[in-house]
């Protein structure tokens, strides 16, 4: 079983930062891959930010520049750097996590497991 708890969501005004956490608590593995996503209020959950099993990272167009993920493989944890906010970047934010060996971003599907969500408002 594999519980993923997100943290360090809040409201921000349009050009400020805040930086998202996800724990996981499972054992650890060495292939896994991670992955940011978001939902806005009557949109698609979409892709923000992944880092796949060879620690290379992936953005989507519209954070390019402004997002930044990272992690802690020893603290099994997932970071989101946000800079530069926009309003629409709100949304309610996920991290998502796969066991299986893969390169490259992949669709929400692709993810087996799935935090509960933290909430980001940007306010202009």
């Known amino acids: 079983q594999v519980q993923l708890v997100e943290s360090g969501g809040g409201s921000v005004q349009a050009g400020g930062s805040l930086r998202l956490s996800c724990a996981a608590y499972?054992?650890?593995?060495?292939?896994?891959?991670m992955a940011w996503f978001r939902q806005a209020p009557g949109k698609e959950r979409e892709g923000v930010a992944f880092?796949?099993?060879?620690?290379?990272?992936f953005y989507a167009d519209s954070v390019k520049g402004r997002f930044t993920i990272s992690q802690d493989r020893a603290k099994n944890a997932l970071y989101l750097q946000m800079n530069s906010l926009k309003p629409e970047d709100t949304a309610m934010y996920y991290c998502?996590?796969?066991?299986?060996?893969?390169?490259?971003?992949?669709?929400?599907?692709?993810?087996?497991?799935w935090g509960q969500g933290t909430q980001v408002t940007v306010s202009s």
């Open positions: 499972t054992y650890s593995y060495s292939s896994y891959r």
């Open positions: 880092i796949d099993s060879a620690a290379n990272t």
């Open positions: 998502a996590a796969d066991f299986r060996y893969g390169l490259g971003p992949r669709p929400p599907s692709m993810y087996n497991y």
